[in-house]
């Protein structure tokens, strides 16, 4: 609270005091002045007076009041835009100090990158100078080589003349030698070839023999294997079978079935059946009582398709 607002109730009471001090003033006065002039009034015409004086003294103290809302009001008023102005100012004071911040960063970073650039200027140069001598050294290393490499090849054409007159004589010598070598080789190479040739006629002869032997033995065995895997088939379905009562001897019926490699059944037909209905619905409930059938003893035994003639004993 400011100095001013702690004031306002003291003036507040002294304005009282004096307003209570006019009013009573003029209360009494008009009492004496009323005594002298005309008789006594009632009571009644001074409380009405002393009523309209109590109004005007609020009308006053809120006239009053008013005026010091007023001056609180601008005073705070006055209050927020010293706090608005100081804060303003801060705000200016932050955007130049950032202002100042950015721009040191800049002038560092501009600092930095002429270093970099003149610290790469540098290495350039001196990979260049590098680069250069190293050429030098090259081409001079280049030119001494090639001043060997004439030298060696002088001596090496004047030893390759020497080594080809040797060489020439040492050939034709070897001409004549494998000359006749080849002669005796070529001789030994069709007696071997007329040799290898009737050998490899007799070998194919045996060996055509022995797989048309083997082929007639798999085949026997795969037979024999397809007569037991058949035989079974129908030894399942014969004890699974029920004779009809009026079954007869020697009824019998063609029997078609597709199965899976696990032996369950796709599909049957039971067909030219010489029994009674009775016994070839007897037939047809004994094939399915027996799946699954018996599996194949081999992959090239089984028959997706079996035809079978079911003739119970």
């Known amino acids: 609270m400011s100095e001013r607002e702690r004031r306002i109730p003291g003036s507040l009471a002294a304005a ?9 003033l003029i209360f009494f006065g008009f009492q004496y002045t009323d005594r002298e002039m005309r008789p006594a009034s009632p009571r009644v015409e001074s409380v009405k007076a002393t009523v309209v004086d109590t109004a005007e003294l609020g009308r006053a103290e809120e006239a009053k009041r008013r005026e010091e809302e007023k001056a609180r009001e601008a005073e705070l008023a006055r209050q927020r835009r010293e706090q608005e102005a100081e804060r303003q100012r801060r705000a200016e004071k932050q955007r130049e100090e950032e202002a100042r911040r950015k721009a040191e960063a800049q002038r560092k970073a501009e600092e930095k990158r002429a270093a970099e650039e003149k610290r790469v200027a540098e290495e350039k140069r001196l990979a260049e100078e590098k680069r250069q ?81 083997e082929a007639r033995r798999r085949e026997s065995e795969l037979n024999a ?40 059944i796709q599909d049957f037909q039971v067909t030219r059946c010489t ?13 399915r009582r027996a799946e699954p059938l018996p599996k194949a003893p081999s992959p090239d035994v089984f028959e997706r398709e079996l035809r079978f003639t079911f003739a119970p004993e």
């Open 133 to 213: 001598a190293e050429i030098r050294r090259q081409r001079e290393l280049q030119a001494e080589q090639e001043r060997e490499e004439r030298e060696a090849a002088q001596r090496e054409a004047e030893e390759r003349r020497k080594r080809e007159a040797a060489e020439a004589k040492a050939k034709q010598a070897e001409a004549e030698r494998k000359a006749a070598e080849a002669r005796r080789k070529e001789e030994e190479e069709v007696r071997r070839l007329a040799e290898q040739k009737r050998l490899s006629e007799l070998q194919a002869a045996e060996d055509a023999e022995l797989r048309e032997a």
């Open 275 to 287: 029994g009674n209905q009775a016994f070839r619905i007897s037939v047809e409930d004994a094939v």
């Open 225 to 264: 294997l397809r007569l037991r895997y058949a035989d079974s088939i129908k030894a399942r379905i014969q004890r699974l079978w029920r004779r009809p009562a009026d079954a007869r001897s020697g009824d019998r019926c063609v029997v078609n079935v597709t199965q899976t490699p696990a032996g369950y």
């Open 16 to 24: 009282l005091a004096v307003n209570a001090a006019a009013i009573a």
